[in-house]
């Protein structure tokens, strides 16, 4: 089974701090994924990754940053957090014999005050 | 831009009756998703559609796929309560992954 794992499950923050989500996969997977969910809007694309040190721009890029330093883990970051990056955070990967399937992590509800 | 629309965003339904959810998209695109998210739970992979015409069942849940028309469906039959969820479509140009806003279903008895 695709196991997709994300650093916390809840994080709670001040505005200006800097915050690190961190995402895990254990399929070998070449494409990785950051999603942010908010009640009304779906699932919006922040980034993704197809490689090792690589990354496109998603729909809602602003904000936020990216690092995928190997291939397993591909890191979120908030420079600067602010109360309107309050959300839950999922993160998602896809390769492997199953290229077109998507597999998505627990979430990450974080809540910046 | 890619627009992904779902309707209804919400669905009241009795168990036992049929109903469809639609998934608009304004790109051309061959790849299709279902996902079905349970509360505060993350979402789950139900179908992936992959060319026009294409139509994939699993129990009560049938999706079908019309490129040419931009439209796939995802239809319930004889509903029952485990069914309850919310439920998203999503269209993958090049791995830019592009989701409707969701359908939450209620299956009541």
């Known amino acids: 089974d695709v196991k997709v794992t994300q650093s916390s499950r809840y994080l709670v923050k001040r505005t200006g701090e800097k915050v690190f989500l961190e995402c895990v996969q254990d399929?070998?997977?070449?494409?990785m994924f950051w999603y942010r969910q908010d009640p009304g809007l779906g699932l919006r694309l922040i980034y993704f990754s197809y490689d090792v040190k690589m990354k496109e721009k998603g729909d809602i890029p602003e904000g936020y940053s990216v690092s995928r330093e190997k291939k397993e883990r591909f890191s979120l970051i908030l420079e600067s957090a602010s109360t309107n990056q309050t959300s839950m955070y999922l993160c998602?990967?896809?390769?492997?014999?199953?290229?077109?399937?998507?597999?998505f992590g627990p979430g990450t509800r974080l809540t910046v005050l | 831009e890619l627009k992904v629309e779902q309707n209804p965003l919400f669905l009241s339904m009795q168990e036992g009756k049929n109903y469809t959810i639609y998934c608009n998209y304004s790109?051309?695109?061959?790849?299709l998703y279902w996902y079905r998210q349970d509360p505060g739970k993350s979402l789950e992979s139900l179908f992936v559609?992959?060319?026009?015409?294409a139509v994939k069942q699993e129990g009560r849940l049938m999706a079908s796929l019309d490129t040419k028309a931009r439209l796939s469906t995802l239809h319930i039959t004889a509903a029952v309560h485990d069914l309850s969820a919310t439920y998203f479509c999503?269209?993958?140009?090049?791995?830019?992954?592009?989701f409707g806003a969701g359908t939450r279903l209620t299956v009541k008895p």
């Open positions: 399929m070998d997977h070449e494409n």
């Open positions: 999503a269209v993958d140009i090049n791995n830019d992954m592009r």
């Open positions: 790109t051309t695109s061959d790849r």
């Open positions: 559609l992959l060319s026009n015409g």
């Open positions: 998602a990967s896809k390769g492997g014999a199953l290229l077109y399937e998507q597999f």
